[in-house]
């Protein structure tokens, strides 16, 4: 399902009309149409805006039923049991994840979503300090 279908079934599950979300996110009627009808898509204020109207997370807006966790139940799993490390440890798997896909990204001559992000706000010198 895409935003467009999620937020008009969100809206249709609460009993509202277009025109009551709109009022309480406030938002125009006619850009909220445009969101449902999938011809425009919302600002990040006018994604927070709709979210806190219908008392929902933006992820739940944005994403489908299965999240953006892995697939795989083994790493899902394992991701899972990481709430019971200590921050030290989850940071040395973070570390280890972040090396992991460094090395692939630069095996296979791309960048993955994150790498700019990784390699500017966590460059070696900063990983020391820490």
Do not use: C, W
Request: proline residues 3%.
């Amino acid at each position: 399902m895409d935003f467009a279908d999620r937020l008009a079934t969100l809206r249709r599950d609460r009993g509202l009309t277009q025109a009551a979300l709109a009022d309480r996110a406030g938002l125009n009627i006619s850009q909220l149409h445009r969101y449902e009808a999938g011809t425009s898509e919302p600002s990040l204020a006018a994604l927070r805006r709709l979210a806190v109207a219908q008392s929902v997370s933006a992820d739940e807006l944005v994403f489908d039923d299965t999240g953006r966790g892995p697939t795989d139940d083994k790493l899902r799993l394992a991701f899972e049991a990481t709430q019971f490390l200590d921050k030290r440890e989850r940071q040395t798997v973070t570390a280890l994840l972040e090396a992991f896909l460094a090395r692939h990204d630069t095996r296979d001559g791309h960048e993955g979503p994150r790498a700019r992000r990784i390699r500017s706000a966590d460059t070696p010198a900063r990983r020391r300090r820490r």
